[in-house]
């Protein structure tokens, strides 16, 4: 039996919690004046962490779990690329 080890179980929580920041970045406009920017830089700050400690935990996870390394650059890939999607997005705002 191969059990996920624990740092994947992390890394696939750490992108949910990026989809959290980015639907509390995406509702900011919702609301009016300073408090839509406080809404926006929290959710970002929240999409951030969860994608940073995403890259980290699957990156890890790849050099000392062999069995789990096409898993963990799988992960490692998506992150990167939401990374890179969310700076364009985030530039272009």
Known sequence: MNIM???LKISICSLCVFVVGVIFAF???AVDGWQSVR???IGTLIAATGLILSILTSAISAIIRP???RMAVGILVVSLLLLAGSILIWRMA
């Open 39 to 41: 809404n926006f830089a």
């Open 67 to 69: 069995l789990w390394r």
């Open 5 to 7: 080890p624990t740092l």
């Open 27 to 29: 509702w900011a406009p």
